[in-house]
């Protein structure tokens, strides 16, 4: 996927979410138009990466405001410098992926 393929609405945005790509491996990231940033790829080398490392939301959200503005940030200065190389190695399809619970429910009465 190239830069020039997302819109403003896709940058805006950036849900994040869980899916299992068609190699079975399980995702954590966020999407972006018709593709998903796996975000331990993104991250890689990152003090941060290894919340996403299991596939799993689950840390990343235990991390706190600080972290996920964080996070957020970086995907967007990725996104808006429109020619960021670890955004375009990690951003994955979502054409034959499945999506995923994206957190573990621990509590439900």
Do not use: C, K, N
Request: aromatic share 8%.
């Amino acid at each position: 996927m190239s830069a020039r393929d997302w819109t403003a609405a896709d940058a805006v945005h950036l849900p994040y979410g869980r899916v299992r790509d068609e190699h079975g491996r399980d995702i954590a990231g966020a999407r972006l138009g018709d593709h998903v940033v796996d975000l331990a790829a993104f991250l890689d080398g990152g003090v941060l990466a290894g919340l996403f490392t299991a596939g799993r939301l689950e840390p990343f959200l235990e991390a706190g405001p600080q972290v996920w503005a964080d996070v957020r940030g970086a995907l967007l200065d990725a996104v808006h410098s429109g020619a960021d190389e670890r955004l375009e190695e990690s951003t994955r399809s979502l054409a034959g992926a499945t999506e995923l619970m994206p957190f573990e429910v621990a509590d439900y009465v």
